[in-house]
């Protein structure tokens, strides 16, 4: 499994979670077409209410709590109409991660840097008030 430097991220505390054996579980939500699944060593559940492939109808509800080491949310939160039902979903993504999980949140900026960043600021409350820590990019 490659590190975080290649990406250039680093931890604002030590990581106290130590890598998963076997296969890293990943729940895809978003999914549309199950990009992670020609990875071999993730095993990956994707879920999308309009996939692109076959369609997978497994319930968020039924997902057993700490069964998953990544989540992606990928485009997903800013189709949820209101800040409740975003904060509900990042929630239950809490729920669903094992200790040291990874959660992954991708929106659309199209505006010029620093446009949003009042926003991003609540993010980051919203999501630490959830128990999430948070990456840097270097």
Not at 51 to 75: C, D, K, Y
Request: overall charge neutral; some cysteine; aromatic content about 10%.
């Amino acid at each position: 499994m490659r590190k975080l430097e290649h990406l250039g991220l680093t931890l604002d505390s030590p990581f106290s979670c130590s890598p998963p054996e076997g296969k890293i579980r990943v729940l895809d939500v978003g999914s549309c077409y199950n990009p992670f699944a020609v990875f071999p060593e993730f095993e990956v559940t994707a879920f999308d209410l309009y996939p692109a492939h076959e369609p997978h109808h497994t319930p968020l509800t039924s997902l057993p709590a700490s069964s998953f080491e990544v989540i992606i949310m990928s485009l997903v939160l800013e189709y949820l109409p209101s800040p409740v039902q975003r904060r509900d979903c990042c929630e239950r993504a809490w729920r669903l991660l094992t200790p040291g999980g990874l959660l992954a949140i991708v929106t659309p900026d199209s505006k010029h840097i620093g446009a949003n960043s009042h926003i991003y600021q609540l993010w980051r409350v919203t999501l630490a008030s959830l128990g999430f820590g948070r990456f840097n990019k270097l």
